[in-house]
């Protein structure tokens, strides 16, 4: 049987459990009627049966599929012939591999010869013999739990408070898979960036001024050090998110104060959608056509103005990703004045004030923190992009602060350190977690600012 199928089959018997468990806790006391008699409203008694029939049977089933493998795998070493058991380690994974795809109808690194075929077939036995004990044992395990609870069902039984904790432990449950996945993350980056910097000094990477991670296989071949000064990746990131917010920051911040004081509702209603959409437009659209249309526009217009600019410039790739992130700016500026009480808008029209100044004096200054939150996010946004630059910036690592020159960014130099086969022994595939380490700190750092302007100009309006 299917995990799928096991757990529909569980969904069906918690159904059924809690009309069992909300009939009997009304049968105890006479019949819906009297339902005052009990110590939990009916309902609460049906979830405590359907909760025991579900919780037993999914540990047994998250345990089952966490240790079914390994014991299948071992059972299938242990039927090879002493020849292979006995081989190394890599050479005895990589059989296994091959007979566990050759199960699977993949495509195998050797030739199927009959001992694949036996383990493979073997392999196959062990593992429907799994799935027919785990749903037998499972059933069973709920529909144990199910005739337990029922039995524990009794007016005076406390089916409310046993409920809601199970109920609590589950949101704790959830709220520490968040921080945990959190944490581990961050020990990941942490971790290889650390082996990076045992190979590559930190004072280099920070302030190096060369990017070139290329390294060679032999120590005796060219570029073999390779260079791995972070200060143009740095540079061309902040020049095309500078580029982005000039452009983004003005009309998404307009934008979100004509929709929200001056537009009529009908213009408001078609407007949002349409700004909506363009949030919802895939970076790699905005990619297509910064490199078909922005960037051979800036370079005829650069022309033009008697101006050299390259093919790939900063420019093109800024004012797309700005045009991108002009949606995001505008919904949560909009969102933050809307927010502002209308008390504070009456009262300053009442005393006299032109709607500007309304805006101007009193609503702006209010929605500030909503406000810097958006600008920041879109900023965190426009540093983390990357089919934009990949399109319209190029690759080359230039330390420059000229936008009409090719650039690249730290998120372009993470995707192509990890493409393809890479050693992760080596600086240049260890130097894109450094990069990613370098990208959180800035993140944090921006959210930081963030919450201290939030807190600062929240205390001032509330």
């Known amino acids: 049987m299917q995990s799928a199928t096991l757990i529909l089959l569980l969904g069906f018997m918690a159904t059924a459990a809690f009309f069992i468990g909300r009939g009997r806790s009304l049968a105890l006391v006479g019949g819906p009627g009297h339902g005052l008699a009990l110590h939990s409203l009916p309902g609460y008694y049906g979830y405590y049966v359907a909760i025991w029939v579900v919780l037993p049977a999914l540990a047994l089933l998250s345990a089952w599929v966490l240790l079914e493998p390994k014991l299948i795998v071992a059972l299938v070493v242990n039927g090879l012939p002493e020849a292979y058991r006995n081989l190394p380690a890599g ?23 009959d001992m694949l075929q036996d383990a493979a077939t073997l392999f196959n036995a062990y593992a429907a013999k ?5 749903a037998v044992l499972a059933l069973g395990v709920a529909g144990l739990g199910g005739v337990h609870a029922w039995r524990l069902i009794n007016p005076d039984l406390r089916a409310r408070n046993r409920v809601e904790g199970v109920i609590r432990w589950f949101l704790i449950a959830a709220s520490s898979i968040a921080i945990f996945t959190t944490i581990g993350i961050v020990l990941s980056v942490l971790f290889e960036a650390i082996r990076f910097f045992q190979k590559v000094p930190v004072t280099e990477f920070l302030f190096g001024l060369n990017w070139s991670p290329q390294t060679a296989i032999r120590a005796d071949q060219v570029g073999s050090s390779g260079s791995f000064g972070a200060v143009p990746l740095f540079t061309g990131t902040m020049l095309i998110t500078a580029i982005a917010m000039v452009v983004a920051v003005p009309v998404g911040l307009m934008t979100a104060i004509y929709l929200a004081e001056y ?33 051979p526009w800036v370079r005829q217009a650069g022309e033009s103005a008697g101006i050299d600019v390259a093919s790939e410039s900063a420019l093109a790739a800024g004012l797309v ?39 101007t004096k009193v609503i702006l200054p209010a929605a500030l923190p909503g406000i810097v939150g958006g600008i920041l996010l879109a900023v965190s946004r426009a540093i983390g992009e990357t089919m934009i630059v ?18 690249t960014t730290v998120t372009v130099q993470i995707v192509t350190l990890l493409v393809g086969d890479q050693e992760f022994d080596s600086a240049k595939t260890l130097a894109a977690f450094a990069l990613g380490l370098m990208l959180f700190v800035v993140t944090l750092f921006l959210n930081v600012i963030g919450l201290s302007v939030v807190r600062k100009y929240r205390e001032q309006y509330d």
């Not at 050479?91 to 010869?113: P, T």
């Not at 799994?130 to 785990?134: E, F």
């Not at 505008?330 to 008390?343: E, G, K």
């Open 91 to 113: 050479e005895l994974n990589l059989l296994v591999n091959n007979i566990q795809n050759l199960a699977a109808g993949d495509v195998i690194s050797v030739a199927a010869d």
């Open 263 to 295: 537009s009529s509702a009908r213009v408001r209603g078609v407007a949002k959608p349409l700004l909506e959409i363009l949030a919802g437009i895939p970076t790699v659209v905005y990619g297509f056509f910064a490199a078909l249309t922005v960037a």
């Open 130 to 134: 799994s799935r027919q004990i785990l």
């Open 321 to 359: 990703m700005g045009i991108m992130i002009i949606p995001l700016v505008s919904s949560l500026s909009d969102d933050a004045i809307n927010a502002v009480p209308t008390a504070m808008r009456d009262g300053a029209l009442g005393l006299g004030s032109t709607r500007s100044e309304t805006m």
């Open 390 to 407: 990949v399109m319209a910036a190029g690759l080359a690592a230039n330390l420059t602060a000229n936008p009409f020159e090719a650039v």
